[in-house]
């Protein structure tokens, strides 16, 4: 059975930083597509950034760019994202998932999903 498990999550004021954890049970990481989207109240979901099989980054919204980053590892078989200079729209709840097809792109929904994580940046 596979399961995601988010954390690192919390409140932050603007400017702060945090990074997200997502472990993995059930699956490894290094052998998947890996991404994290995020949903915010009354707005739709959208992919934030992620990592392709071979481990080249998959860009998301141009929101977060130069701001947050993803990065594995696969000892710990753990899926992390950074995320600096955060801002009070970067406020949602944060989602790992991964995917085994090797050509799965954020337009298509991935096979895993974590239970998600609160993120709020407070001015």
């Known amino acids: 059975q596979v399961r995601l498990v988010e954390s690192g999550g919390g409140l932050v004021q603007t400017g702060g930083s945090l990074r997200l954890s997502c472990a993995a049970s059930g699956l490894t990481f290094s052998n998947y597509v890996v991404g994290w989207f995020r949903q915010a109240p009354g707005k739709e979901r959208e992919f934030v950034a992620g990592l392709s099989w071979d481990g080249s980054p998959i860009e998301g919204t141009n929101s977060v760019k130069g701001r947050f980053t993803v990065s594995m590892d696969n000892a710990k078989n753990t899926v992390y994202l950074q995320m600096n200079s955060l801002k009070s729209e970067d406020t949602a709840v944060y989602f790992c998932?991964?995917?085994?097809?090797?050509?799965?792109?954020?337009?298509?929904?991935?096979?895993?999903w974590g239970q998600g994580t609160q993120v709020t940046v407070s001015s």
């Open positions: 998932t991964a995917d085994g097809r090797n050509w799965w792109t954020p337009d298509y929904d991935p096979t895993y």
